[in-house]
C-alpha cells in the first residue's frame, strides 16, 4: 500500500507545506484511495490548468466568427456576458461538489459518491468525459495546425494542404504526448506560466488591435450593430446561435479537479481555481473581444477569407501583415498549451476510470513512470487524437462534426453531477470547505437548464437553408458515441464496474 510520502522539513514554511500536503492526503484516503502522486502544484499551478483548458484567447480566436457572422458585435457581446454569468454558475456548483470530493476523477467520481446506487450514470459520465477531453485536445492540436497554415498564408502567401495541415497535427498530437510523460512539475509550470501568458498576450493583442487598426469602429457599431450571414430570418434565433462561440470559448473549468491529487490543499484549491477561471476568463474574454469589435475592419472580408482561421483576415486587415503574424504567434502558444492540458486531464481520467475497473487494462492505465506521469492515457490519447485528425484529409465537415460532439459531451457530463443536486439536494452530507450554503440549489437548478438549453442548441443547424454541407451532424457523432458506450457497458461495464474502489482502508481506532 502506498502511503504519504516522508519528507523531512526544517524550517517553519516548510513544514506548514508538509501539513498541508497531509491534510489533503488524509482527505484523499477518507475518501478510499492511498496516495499515489506527489503534491506540488499550487494555486497558481491548479488555477492555471484551468485557464489553459479554457483557453480564453484560443476559444476566442477560433471561435469568433461564430458570433459574428450570427448576429454580429450585438449577439457577441451580449452572448458574451449572459453565457459568462451562466458558466459562473455553473463553475460554482462543480466547485461546491469539488471542495467536497477533491479527486482526479472529478466529474466522474462526484457522480458516482452521490449516486452509488446508480453506477451506470457514473460510467457514463467518465467515459463521455474521458472522451470529450481526447477529442478537445485532437481538435486543439488541428488548431494549432490551422494557425501555422495561417501564418504561411499571411506570411508568405503558401497554402498549405489538408495532409500537410493533418501532419502537423500529428507532430502536435506527439509533442503534447512527450510534455505530458515528463510529468507534474513540468505541467503545472507550463500552466501556472498559462495565467501570466494569457494576460500579457491578451494586453498585447488589446493594444495592438486598438493602435494600429487605421479605422475604429464607433461605440454604437460595437454594441448595436446586428449581423446575419446564417439565412435564418427570426433575429433572436440568429443572435441564440451566436451563444455557441462563448459556450465553446468557457468550457474547461472543471479541468482543476483532474489535477486534485497533486495540488497542495486540494480541497481549497480547485474550486478556487474552478470558480476563478472561469471569473478571470469573462473578463479577459471580454476585453479581447471588444478590441476585436473595435478593429474589425469589414465583417464581410472576414466572411469571405481563404485562410485556414478566419481570424487571421481579421488581424491582417486591421494591423498589416507583420504584425498580424505577431498575433497569430501570441495565440498560438496559447493554444500549444491548451492541447497539452487537454491531454493531461484526459490522461488523469483514464487512470481514474482504470482504478475503480471502470476502463480495461487496468494495472496498465495506473502504471506511473519515474515522472509520476500515467503514461499509457497519455499516449492512448495521443494515438486517438492522431487517428481523429485524419478525418479532416476526408472531409472537414466530418472533422467539424467530431469538435462540436466533444463540446455537446463537455455540457452533458458538467448536466451529471449538478442534475444529482437538483433532484436530491440531500446526495451531500458532509460538504467541503467551499460551500453555497442557502443558495446551491437555486444555482444549481440555473446550471442544469442552462446546461440543458446549450445542448440542444449545439445540435440545431446554424445555416438556412440546409444541405449536405452545412447540416450540424454533431448530434450524428454525439448519438454515436453514445452508442459506443451504451454497447460498451453492457458488454462489459456492469459486470466490472460497481463504483469506486477502496486503495486505501483508515484503520480502526483500536488498532492504534
Known amino acids: 500500500m502506498v502511503k504519504l510520502e516522508h519528507r523531512d522539513f526544517s524550517v517553519g514554511e516548510d ?86 470530493y477533491p479527486t482526479m476523477g472529478g466529474l466522474y467520481f462526484w457522480v458516482c459518491k452521490m449516486k452509488p446506487d446508480m453506477p451506470i450514470l457514473g460510467f457514463f459520465t467518465g467515459w463521455l468525459y474521458s472522451m470529450a477531453m481526447v477529442f478537445t485536445g485532437a481538435s ?42 515528463i510529468g507534474t512539475k513540468a505541467i503545472g509550470r507550463m500552466s501556472a506560466f498559462n495565467v501570466w501568458w494569457t494576460l500579457g498576450g491578451t494586453f498585447v493583442l488589446v493594444i495592438t488591435l486598438l493602435v494600429k487598426a487605421p479605422v475604429k469602429n464607433s ?32 468550457e474547461g473549468c472543471e479541468t482543476a479537479a483532474q489535477v486534485a491529487e497533486e495540488a497542495v490543499r486540494a480541497e481549497i484549491l480547485a474550486p478556487l481555481a474552478v470558480v476563478g477561471s472561469i471569473a478571470g476568463s469573462w473578463l479577459i474574454g471580454l476585453a479581447y473581444m471588444l478590441s476585436l469589435l473595435f478593429a474589425v475592419q469589414n465583417i464581410a472580408s472576414v466572411k469571405a477569407t481563404t485562410y485556414a482561421i478566419p481570424i487571421s483576415q481579421l488581424f491582417y486587415d486591421a494591423v498589416g501583415p507583420k504584425l498580424a503574424q505577431v498575433c497569430l504567434v501570441v495565440v498560438l502558444l496559447a493554444q500549444v498549451m491548451a492541447a497539452i492540458t487537454n491531454f493531461t486531464a484526459s490522461s488523469r481520467l483514464f487512470y481514474a476510470l482504470a482504478r475503480d475497473n471502470a476502463f480495461p487494462l487496468k494495472k496498465q492505465f495506473m502504471a506511473l513512470n519515474r515522472f509520476q506521469a500515467p503514461y499509457w492515457g497519455v499516449w492512448v490519447s495521443v494515438l486517438i487524437g492522431c487517428l481523429i485528425s485524419c478525418a479532416y484529409i476526408g472531409s472537414a465537415v466530418a472533422f467539424n462534426a467530431i469538435l462540436s460532439s466533444a463540446a455537446i459531451s ?74 459506443i458506450i451504451t454497447i460498451n457497458w453492457f458488454w462489459w461495464g456492469k459486470h466490472s464496474f460497481k463504483g469506486p474502489v477502496k486503495t486505501w482502508v483508515t484503520p480502526s481506532p483500536s488498532l492504534h
Open 15 to 100: 513544514k506548514e507545506e508538509a501539513r498541508d500536503v497531509s491534510v489533503s492526503g488524509q482527505r484523499l484516503q477518507e475518501l478510499g484511495y492511498a496516495v499515489e502522486f506527489r503534491r506540488e502544484m499550487s494555486l497558481f499551478g491548479v488555477l492555471g490548468m484551468s485557464f489553459c483548458a479554457i483557453g480564453i484567447l484560443t476559444g476566442m480566436s477560433s471561435a469568433f466568427q461564430t458570433g459574428l457572422f450570427s448576429g454580429g458585435p450585438l449577439g457577441l457581446f451580449w452572448g458574451w456576458n449572459i453565457c459568462s454569468l451562466f458558466m459562473f454558475l455553473i463553475a460554482l456548483s462543480l466547485a461546491e461538489i469539488c471542495s467536497t
Open 140 to 181: 486543439g492540436n488541428l488548431s494549432i495546425a490551422l494557425y501555422l497554415a495561417s501564418m504561411a498564408e499571411v506570411g508568405q502567401g503558401r497554402t498549405l494542404t489538408r495532409i500537410e495541415i493533418t501532419a502537423i497535427a500529428w507532430a502536435m498530437n506527439i509533442f503534447s504526448g512527450i510534455i505530458n510523460t
Open 410 to 483: 463537455v455540457m452533458l457530463s458538467y448536466m451529471q453531477p449538478i442534475l444529482i443536486r437538483v433532484f436530491w439536494p440531500d446526495s451531500i452530507d458532509d460538504f467541503g470547505p467551499f460551500r453555497l450554503g442557502k443558495w446551491s440549489w437555486p444555482v444549481n437548478l440555473a446550471g442544469f437548464l442552462f446546461c440543458i438549453f446549450v445542448c440542444v442548441l449545439f445540435i440545431l443547424p446554424t445555416a438556412y437553408p440546409v444541405n449536405v454541407l452545412n447540416m450540424n451532424y454533431s448530434i450524428v457523432a454525439v448519438g454515436g458515441l453514445l452508442v
Open 219 to 250: 461605440p454604437e457599431f460595437v454594441f448595436t450593430n446586428f449581423q446575419n450571414f446564417t439565412g435564418w430570418e427570426s433575429k433572436g434565433f440568429v443572435v441564440l446561435l451566436g451563444f455557441l462561440q462563448a459556450v465553446y470559448t468557457l
